[in-house]
């Protein structure tokens, strides 16, 4: 199977989930698919990688196919209750009351009750009776402890609200989240101690879920340049006298060995081999580059192993 | 690498330093060097660390999650170093049981099936958290300077105020609302207002199916008793933060997003008028150009290798410091210290005297006094 309706790109801060969300994008574009990017960070890059003015809530025009909006979860909490109440000026004194958005804030799931509605909302087919406005959505950067209470929220909602018209759109959302061929979420690392240990805690959180997953991505690795015989005689000289020449290469050496490490980690816990991407030390990551991380991504999705 | 010796100098003499910025830049890391410095410049130190990685905890010997105060051993010649790891869930049940009026009104709480879901995921209850447990230091008064490290917010006014706003939810009509809603409608509010908040309960009613309304009301009945306890702390910990001296230190790479999120977190805490004393950069590449003879000693086809790595991480180098230029140019306080990308990271007690060393382990007098020792 290809890229599934909704994609969860996640990870921790600054591994590089809007470039792999954007190179998704463009990938799934290419293929004829209507696609919306969603950003969930305030003051994200999404838009300045398709070289367009900042995102809005609505759907903004980014490339051929694919179109971006932001999520402002207070506009969504204030727009899902106005639809809830019907009658305007009920909202309106309500919302302008600070009590209602101290309790949205604060209580559990709201948000995340809302924000995963809006992302149905756009994907779902036949969610509430019309075509989807779009063949695929992809959610650039929830970090990653942020996109497991979205995942969970369902289920722990549907332990507090055992019935009633909350109960039934809980349950959809649940149905859609839990369908791997609707839903996958795809996690991005860096060979880093933290990042690693993130994205294995989230991996071990989603088994208690029934949340796809697509190929993990371990982004930022460095490429191995010095076999074993040259990296010991790196050492060796080194060790006589050290020199930045030198140096340069013994952090090449050990960055390498430790993205190898990461590597057989996250493997060993996806049950699947990541998808490595090498560090970009000169220039920006130009068009070319990009559509080839697409294809390797799309790649990752042809598993329905994990 | 660069570093401010005379504002480090300074930072070293304050009370409280308040490590912020975006995850993922080291900022644990950074504020256990700084409260090794400290320590080894012979301060009394404890540093509050926020979801320090497993070999960060090892090197600071903090086993499992300990929310108690341990000693690091530094050896001699240095002040004292305790480091905490802080644990979300444990001290929010502690805050709850110390500001309870009574043992029945904590044990009523903690039964509730709302908080033991969500007593780790309360909004911004790990920013409180890390507040409340600087309080609690700050109240035991043992310590010359307490290093705060701080959970990765987006937002570092919500950090800063989320013991307030915590207090000012407890304290809103909400929990009246949610404890009794009838009480609100039968009372002395508007009529239009009355009729919102019937709509609003019917919505909530036929939405829910009732069970949530209630186990909120309980959550909320509970929580009543805990204002007075909630804003007598909020208000301690904000005038805290606010003292002369406290400081609070930005971390930031040379990574281009990171460093627009440290100028916003700059923009952010000078709006709101709490003491910025400098920026840390993590994480640096520093390579200078290579001298003609260099690597000379080499192989040749090694050489030509070497050479082109060399020329990417001097790329590297040549991003990270147009990047500070930049930084510097904007941020409204100094570039404090630029530490280097190290060859294996610095989780290790070792690892992190390294980094106290750039950030000025040693104050002036100390090395002088080193010197003259043999």
Known sequence: MGVPPLVFVTGKGGVGKTTVAAALAQRVSQRGRRVLVVEMAADGSLAALFGSEALSTEPRHLADRIDGLRVDTRALVESYFRRLLRLPFLAHRLFASGTFHAVTAAAPGVTEFVVLEHLAHWTARGWLGRKAPYDAVIVDGPASGHALRLLRTPRQLARLVPRGPLANTVGRLRALLDDRRHTRVLLVAIPDEMAIGETLEVRAALDGLDVGLARPVLNRVWPRRFSAAEAATIAALRRRRDEPLLAAAGLEITARREAERHLARLRAAFGIAPLPLHEICRGRLDAAALAQLGRRLERGFADDGI | ?374
Not at chain 2, 93 to 107: K, Q, T
Not at chain 2, 165 to 180: G, I, N, P, Y
Not at chain 2, 206 to 211: A, D, E, F, I, P
Not at chain 2, 339 to 354: H, K, Y
Request: charged content about 25%.
């Open chain 2, 1 to 374: 690498m660069a570093s401010d010796a005379a504002a480090l100098d300074a930072l070293f003499r304050q009370r409280l330093v308040v490590c912020v910025g975006t995850g993922g830049v080291g900022k644990t890391t950074a504020a256990a060097a700084l409260g090794v410095a400290a320590a080894l410049r012979g301060r009394s130190v404890a540093v509050i660390t926020v979801d320090p990685s497993r070999r960060l905890k090892d090197a600071l010997g903090l086993e499992g999650l300990s929310s108690e105060p341990r000693r690091v051993a530094l050896g001699d010649g240095a002040g004292a170093l305790d480091a905490l790891a802080l644990d979300t869930k444990r001290t929010f049940d502690r805050l709850i049981a110390r500001v309870a009026p009574r043992p029945d009104v904590a044990e009523r709480i903690f039964a509730n099936r709302l908080y033991q879901e969500l007593s780790s995921e309360l909004g911004g209850s790990a920013e409180y958290m890390a507040m409340e447990k600087l309080h609690e230091l700050l109240q035991l008064g043992r310590y010359e300077l307490i290093v705060v490290d701080t959970p990765p917010s987006a937002d570092v006014r919500e950090l800063l105020t989320a013991p307030l706003r915590m207090t000012e939810l407890l304290a809103s009509q909400a929990v009246d609302f949610l404890k009794a809603p009838a009480a609100i409608i039968t009372g002395r509010e508007s009529s239009l207002m009355r009729m919102t908040l019937a709509a609003v309960l019917k919505v909530l009613e036929r939405w829910t199916g009732l069970t949530l309304l209630r186990e909120l009301s309980d959550f909320a009945g509970g929580f009543e008793h805990l204002v007075d306890g909630f804003r007598t702390r909020a208000a301690a910990i904000d005038e805290a933060l606010r003292a002369p001296a406290t400081s609070f230190v930005i971390v930031t790479t040379p990574e281009p997003g990171i460093v627009a999120a440290t100028l916003a977190f700059d923009r952010e805490l000078g709006r709101a008028a709490f003491p910025i004393t400098g920026v840390i950069a993590n994480r640096v590449y520093d390579f200078p150009p290579l001298a003609p003879d260099a690597g000379k000693r080499a192989p040749a086809a090694l050489h030509r290798k070497l050479r082109d790595n060399y020329a990417d991480f001097a790329a590297l180098a040549a991003r990270d410091r147009a990047a500070l230029d930049a930084l510097q140019s904007q941020a409204s306080a100094p570039l404090l210290a630029a530490l280097p990308v190290f060859e294996d990271a610095p989780t290790s007690l070792a690892g992190l005297r390294r980094v106290a060393a750039l950030l000025g382990a040693s104050a002036p007098n100390r090395l002088t006094r080193r010197r003259r020792a043999p």
